[in-house]
């Protein structure tokens, strides 16, 4: 049974820096595209960046592009997105999202596993 648990959200200043987690089970995060999105309040979900399931190749939301970075480690089959310099406008609640398809994408319906989220709040 494929599961993703997310895990690493909390409170952080702005300018700040935080990694999420995204513990997979059931499937090797090395096999499968990762994806990374956010939805805010009365917002929809935003996809933030993703690394594909053949080449390793990553992709980044304009808004986080430079300050986000999105990795994998197969021994412990977890993804993590790394996320420097916060602003308050990346408070959301953060999903990792997972899918055997070929490639990846910023789009959640190319995704077929979902974690539960995360909360992370950039605030001083």
């Known amino acids: 049974q494929v599961q993703l648990v997310e895990s690493g959200g909390g409170l952080v200043q702005p300018g700040g820096s935080l990694r999420l987690s995204c513990a997979a089970s059931?499937?090797?995060?090395?096999?499968?595209?990762i994806g990374w999105f956010r939805q805010a309040p009365g917002k929809e979900r935003e996809g933030v960046s993703c690394i594909s399931s053949s080449d390793d190749s990553t992709t980044y939301a304009d808004s986080v592009k430079g300050r986000f970075t999105i990795s994998r480690d197969n021994a412990e089959n977890t993804a993590y997105p790394q996320m420097n310099s916060l602003k308050s406008e990346d408070t959301a609640v953060y999903y990792c999202a997972a899918t055997a398809r070929d490639g990846s994408s910023l789009h959640p319906k190319f995704y077929d596993y979902w974690g539960q989220g995360t909360q992370v709040t950039v605030s001083s």
């Open positions: 059931g499937f090797t995060v090395d096999y499968y595209a």
